[in-house]
Every structure is written in C-alpha cells, then in structure tokens.
C-alpha cells in the first residue's frame, strides 16, 4: 500500500466511510455471503451477467459474486478510500475477477450502458434520499434485468440513545422503518424473490476476533508496528460492531431480488401475499 503519514489524529478524524476504506473492513451486506448465494441463484446470474454495484465500499458483493459467478461487470463508490481498497482486494483475493472498481457519485453517475444486474444491498439508506437513489439504480438496467437488494427494517421501535449513538458512529441515522415502509420504496418493481431473515447479535469472542482479524491485516497492509494506533483503530472498529450488534436488536432484514420490465414499470399488478 502507498506510504501514509498514519496519526491517532488522523484516525479518528475519519469520517466512517473513509475509515471503512483506511482499514480495509470487509463492509459486508445484512446475511454476507448467505445473501449473495440467494441473491445469484434466485436472479440466474451467471458468465454472461454482467452487474453494476452502487455504493460497493471495499468490494465484497461485487467481488464475491464475480467468484461465484464468473460475472463481469462494474463498481462504485463516492469514497476514493474505498474504492483503493476495493481494487487492491480485488488484486490480492479475487484476481481473476472481471470487476472495474472507480470513483463515483451514485446520484449523479451516468453511463449508455445498461446492465443485467445492479446491486445495492442495504446501501441506499447511505443516501440523502433512499428512494431516488432506488430509481436511480433502476435506471441502470437492461428490460427485464434485476435489481438486488437487502434492507433492514424495524422489529419494534429502535431507542432514541441508539438511534443517537448510530448517527454519531455511522454518520447517517440507522434505519428506523418498519417493513411495510421499506418495501414501498421498490413498489415499482417485481418482487421475484423475497426472505425475511432475523438478525442475531454476535457475542463478544465472536466482535473480538473479527476486530483483531481485520486490524491485524490493517496494521500489515501499512506497516503499522505502533501499539496506540493499532489500539485506535481497534476501538473504533469494536464501537462500529457494538453498535452495529445494538442495532440488531431492533431490526431484521430482507433478501430481494426485484426485476425491472419496461412495459410493467412502474406499475403493480401482481398481488402481494
């Protein structure tokens, strides 16, 4: 990795997208890679996909899926961070992978080209306005092609210091609509597949090895041998998980896979059951 002028200062002025990028942290989608097997299966993604990712971070969806696959395609996100590190995960763990990783902004990116896939995962909720970005991604793709999806949404209410805690850590406000709410955002597509899953928090031996997992590889990625910023970035991961774990007790999620058709869009004519 490029040599960096590394500070407990810089670390914590981070805002959370950069620090995911900074640290390399596998930034997965709600269900990881129990999603994307759903997700691959159920749309019939296969060699001659070819799949667009709006907001990828460090790559995982695109990535995984292009291992899964043999799919090609493209990926971004408005973090530069991010996507540096998406390239060099792409390099290390998927090198065969046909994804190109660049630098974008998801509200105003444009491109002719049209794709069999576009995924967004949970990420749309990282946008101002969730449903425009949700109309945006749609714009991507080819008629009849699918829109991939996995939102949270509320079991029961989420507590005002939660909430609290999740705008500070996350920068934006957690999601804090019920199902129903979420859903209406894709009303103009085909649902053709759907889970509802639960959400279980992970103990503390299972947040403890994945913080040390991954900032232990941080620390070899830049050549970091300095206690305090190892124990820096430690904490500011741990407090990510723990409040991503105190969130997952007022949330589940659900896996979609949403097809758009021209001469449907953006109607409704199938019942929901």
Same mark, same amino acid.
């Given at each position: ?174 999601? &804090?609509? =019920? ?5 209406? +955002? !894709?009303?103009? #597509?085909?649902? *053709?597949?759907?889970?509802? $899953?639960? @959400? ?23 050549? &970091?041998? =300095? ?5 820096? +970035? !430690?904490?500011? #991961?741990?407090? *990510?998980?723990?409040?991503? $774990?105190? @969130? ?26």
């Amino acid at each position: 990795m490029k040599n960096k002028i590394i500070t407990e200062e810089f670390l914590n002025n981070l805002n959370y997208p950069d620090f995911v990028g900074f640290i390399n942290q596998w930034n997965v989608l709600p269900g990881a890679y129990s999603t994307l097997s759903k997700w691959s299966v159920f749309s019939r993604m296969n060699q001659d996909s070819k799949i667009l990712q709006v907001a990828c971070t460090t790559g995982f969806q695109s990535r995984e899926l292009a291992l899964l696959t043999n799919c090609v395609g493209k990926a971004f996100d408005l973090s530069d961070r991010a996507v540096e590190m998406a390239k060099y995960n792409k390099k290390l763990y998927a090198p065969d992978a046909k994804i190109e990783y660049f630098q974008a902004d998801g509200m105003k990116y444009e491109t002719k080209e049209k794709f069999s896939h576009v995924i967004v995962g949970a990420g749309v909720h990282f946008f101002p306005n969730p449903k425009e970005a949700v109309v945006k991604s749609t714009s991507f793709l080819k008629d009849g092609g699918y829109l991939l999806a996995s939102p949270f949404y509320i079991k029961k209410e989420v507590p005002k210091e939660c909430i609290e805690q999740s705008q500070k850590v996350f920068g934006i406000t957690p999601t &804090i609509e =019920d199902y129903k709410k979420i859903m209406w +955002m !894709y009303k103009d #597509l085909e649902i *053709i597949y759907e889970d509802k $899953n639960e @959400l279980i928090p992970e103990t503390e031996r299972e947040l403890k090895h994945y913080c040390e997992s991954t900032i232990i590889r941080t620390c070899e990625m830049y050549n &970091i041998t =300095d206690k305090n910023l190892y124990k820096t +970035m !430690y904490e500011r #991961l741990m407090l *990510i998980k723990k409040t991503t $774990n105190w @969130l997952r007790l007022y949330q589940n999620y659900s896996v979609l896979v949403l097809r758009y058709r021209k001469n449907v869009y953006p109607n409704r004519f199938v019942e929901l059951f």
